[in-house]
């Protein structure tokens, strides 16, 4: 079978079809010159999934109709038997469809549509006939990747035998008070910035104390802070009045002190994790802490080649729909919209959904947040403004309604 697809600027209305139906020839219909400028990302995913897909590029004038006619006249003519999916492509390409088709019955062409959201295929010339495939599921790596993008550098993710269970203490010790949590967090960093980068921590208080501003202050906060993570079952305390000893239970309970925002990140990963439907993960991929290298290209730093990076706290995709989230336990900048709106259009298109999430969002009064809220609406960012007093059900639900909002 032989697909052929009207190329479109967003690039999982290309992919889609081939991915679901793995056709032995895929032809792209479009002007070449942006064609092979956004080939080489298509052909390297269709490698890994579309393994023995022969891809080839048609030229045709987007402004003439005749021209794209005869060339779907020359491509059906020679093909035995064609799907066309019009999921995507411009106007005059869909229209140049329809005229080829209509009347044709003789020719073993077929026309259809996929439904991105729903996963649905319709047919769209009439003959009751359409191919489904089967589902597609996307990584997140693979999707930056279709949109020009890189993963890089990767970072390292929470085991995949984690459960929100694990961290219910530390997350009541951190949503009761997210000020206090930042600040007596960023001491600790502070402290164990003088010691070795381990589970197991040391610092002789001698030793330390001329470096560090405020000491007797911090040292107080820090021990307070100390007792609270034993309780919660993140270290094991045994500290003495002349050092602070102690070793974290394992990497991921680590990391959840290693900055102040983790926790809220590590928490909204571990619950994205977590929700099912029908038995199954509702997400395909759950990623956190995903830099991504906007042009794709990776300099070595010697090379001193500025580059264009941004970080995402959190990045989730079910099937071939990404949801990009922002994490934010502290004060939030009115930049923080626009950033996240800017990285998940380009990197996700218009099918991308958003979301913040803050522990306690506070502006500075009653207006300041009314518009902050509509701002968010507006670029179609849902909104979560208190990630503190969430039940369990209520995280699940987040996740759900940004996804079909």
């Given amino acids: 079978m032989t697909l052929i697809e009207c190329f479109d600027p967003i690039p999982i209305r290309n992919v889609v079809a081939c991915l679901r ?27 890994r999934r579309a393994k023995n897909t022969q891809v080839e ?14 060339t779907l006249e020359e491509i059906t003519g020679q093909e035995d038997a064609c799907v066309i999916d019009i999921t ?6 869909l229209m140049a469809v329809g005229a080829v088709t209509m009347g044709r019955s003789e020719r073993k062409v077929s026309v259809q549509k996929f439904e991105l959201r729903s996963g649905m295929v319709l047919d769209c010339d009439g003959d009751g006939k359409t191919i489904a495939g089967r589902q597609v599921e996307l990584t997140a790596q693979e999707l930056i990747g279709l949109h020009g993008g890189r993963v890089y550098p990767h970072s390292s ?20 008070d997210s000020k206090n949590w930042n600040k007596t967090v960023s001491y600790l960093n502070e402290f164990e910035s003088r010691a070795d980068d381990g589970m197991d921590v040391y610092l002789p208080l001698d030793r330390i104390a001329g470096g560090i501003r405020d000491f007797k202050t911090k040292e107080a906060a820090v021990r307070g802070l100390l007792e609270k993570l034993d309780r919660c079952g993140v270290i094991t ?3 003495s009045g002349s050092a602070l000893r102690y070793a974290y239970r394992n990497d991921m309970l680590r990391s959840c002190v ?3 925002g983790n926790m809220l990140e590590i928490k909204t990963l571990l619950e994205a994790r977590a929700l099912a439907r029908d038995g199954k993960p509702y997400f395909c991929d759950c990623q956190m802490s995903v830099t991504i290298d906007w042009d794709g290209t990776v300099f070595a730093p010697e090379e001193r080649v500025p580059e264009t990076r941004n970080e995402i706290d959190v990045l989730l995709v079910r099937g071939m729909t990404p949801l990009f989230i922002s994490c934010k ?7 923080e919209l626009y950033k996240l709106n800017t990285v998940a259009e380009r990197f996700g298109s218009r099918f ?9 969002l506070e502006r500075k009064g009653p207006m300041s947040m009314k518009a902050y809220i509509q701002r968010a609406k507006d670029m179609g960012i849902y909104l979560v403004t208190d990630a503190g007093e969430l039940t369990d059900r209520q995280w699940r639900q987040i996740f759900l309604d940004a996804m079909e909002s």
């Avoid at 139906?21 to 490698?47: C, H, N, T, V, W």
């Avoid at 590029?57 to 005869?70: A, C, K, Q, T």
């Avoid at 336990?329 to 930049?335: H, L, Q, R, Y």
């Fill in 21 to 47: 139906l793995q056709p032995e020839k895929l032809i792209f219909l479009g002007d070449m010159e942006f064609m092979e400028s956004r080939i080489r990302a298509y052909r390297e995913l269709f490698a």
């Fill in 57 to 70: 590029l048609y030229h045709v004038r987007l402004d003439d109709r005749d021209d794209i006619f005869r």
């Fill in 88 to 93: 995507g492509g411009a106007e005059q390409l």
């Fill in 157 to 176: 993710q929470p085991s995949l035998d984690c459960r929100p269970e694990d961290i219910r203490q530390l997350w009541e010790l951190v949503s009761g």
């Fill in 237 to 239: 305390d045994r500290s």
């Fill in 258 to 260: 290693k900055k102040a």
């Fill in 329 to 335: 336990n502290g004060d939030i900048g009115e930049e």
């Fill in 352 to 360: 991308a959904r958003k979301m913040l999430i803050a522990t306690d």
